[in-house]
Nanobody, 119 residues
Framework: QVQLVESGGGLVQAGASLRLSCAAS???????????VAWYRQAPGKQRELVAR???????HYADSVKGRFTISRDNAKNTVYLQMNSLKPEDTAVYYC??????????WGQGTQVTASS
């Protein structure tokens, strides 16, 4: 059974940094069986939106709102995806979810971690 567990969220002041981690079990991170790893977020009353993703053969993609502040990375040896978030703003406040798309079409989601940046 595939499980994704996010950690690293919390309450910080605007301008601070956080690093989110997403540890995967039940699936092996490799370029052969993982197509995309991504972070999404959902703020209260808003739709879930893509924050950043790494797609096999295409590189990284970021939402315009986080370009230059957030960095997505993956460590295949640790089966982990990271999201480094710098210069956090109040509008970054949301529940952050990691997602993995496997070759063959299966998608997996974590349970989410709350990030709150206070002004």
């Amino acid at each position: 059974q595939v499980q994704l567990v996010e950690s690293g969220g919390g309450l910080v002041q605007a301008g601070a940094s956080l690093r989110l981690s997403c540890a995967a079990s039940g699936i092996i991170f490799s370029i052969f069986n993982i197509k995309t790893v991504a972070w999404y977020r959902q703020a209260p009353g808003k739709q879930r939106e893509l924050v950043a993703r790494i797609t096999r053969g295409e590189g990284t993609h970021y939402a315009d709102s986080v370009k230059g502040r957030f960095t997505i990375s993956r460590d295949n040896a640790k089966n982990t995806v990271y999201l480094q978030m710098n210069s956090l703003k109040p509008e970054d406040t949301a529940v952050y979810y990691c997602a993995v798309s496997a070759v063959g079409g299966r998608d997996y989601w974590g349970q989410g971690t709350q990030v709150t940046a206070s002004s």
